[in-house]
């Protein structure tokens, strides 16, 4: 009875505040790696019970901390914590949450450079010119600009675009990538600006891309199931 209740309390505050640390801390590293754009973007993190953490508007990342965070459920109300939590952020993150918050357990959205810049150009699609590409090409669905996000409607579409993938272009826009937590979605966040990166490096080049032909993209495909089974990926 009252143990069981104790412990389990117990245990939601101790998963709770592991969740405000790795949330802090990615915001942090963020602005190390030029992953952000001072208070604005957003990242958030599920909960148990249908709840989430989001960061108070207004808080430049550099300088967020694990008590910072503000609590809020599906029905966007404030469960706990100080300040506002920026409209775009719960029109966005919400949904997305809701729409599966085990493989959507993290949240990130940024306009990190290199990716957005691939959102900016008729063709955005991230190519197939490197392993790590490759890698993360499976993972993504590419969605067309439909003005600022600023009701849930707009974060229901985005988390239908999503679907069971985990990262999602956003034309002319940015980035959203998801993870069942901070650090897997944060190490694929990292991986794509990379790729983003390599990319751009090679379009200013002005000569032509090489890219993998079909057999050694399935050989890469076919690696690395491997060694996802084998439990190193």
């Known amino acids: 009875g009252a143990d069981m209740a104790n412990t389990d309390t117990?245990?939601?505050?101790?998963i709770e505040q592991q969740a405000r640390i790795d949330l802090a801390a990615a915001h942090r590293i963020a602005v190390m790696q030029d992953l952000h754009e001072g208070i604005a973007n957003h990242f958030t993190l599920?909960?148990?019970?249908?709840?989430?953490?989001?960061a108070p508007y207004g808080l430049h990342w550099s300088e967020i901390k694990a008590s910072d965070f503000i609590v809020l459920d599906y029905d966007a109300r404030q469960l706990s914590g100080d300040g506002v939590v920026e409209q775009s952020a719960l029109c966005i993150h919400l949904p997305i949450h809701q729409a599966d918050p085990v493989r959507h357990a993290a949240v990130l959205h940024t306009h990190m450079p290199y990716t957005t810049a691939l959102t900016r150009l008729q063709d955005q699609r991230l190519l197939p010119i490197g392993q790590a590409e490759l890698l993360l090409m499976q993972h993504i669905p590419y969605d067309d600009?439909?003005?600022?996000?600023?009701?849930?409607?707009e974060g229901r579409r985005l988390a239908h675009a999503l679907g069971d993938k985990s990262i999602l272009f956003l034309a002319n826009h940015g980035v959203i990538v998801t993870g069942r937590s901070v650090s897997q979605a944060y190490d694929k966040l990292y991986l794509l600006e990379r790729a983003a990166r390599f990319q751009i490096l090679a379009y200013s080049t002005g000569r032509p891309l090489r890219e993998l032909n079909p057999a050694q993209q399935e050989k890469v495909h076919r690696q690395y199931k491997e060694v996802a089974r084998e439990g190193a990926a």
């Open 10 to 14: 117990a245990a939601l505050a101790n």
């Open 46 to 54: 599920a909960l148990p019970n249908e709840r989430f953490l989001a």
């Open 145 to 153: 600009y439909d003005g600022l996000a600023y009701d849930l409607d």
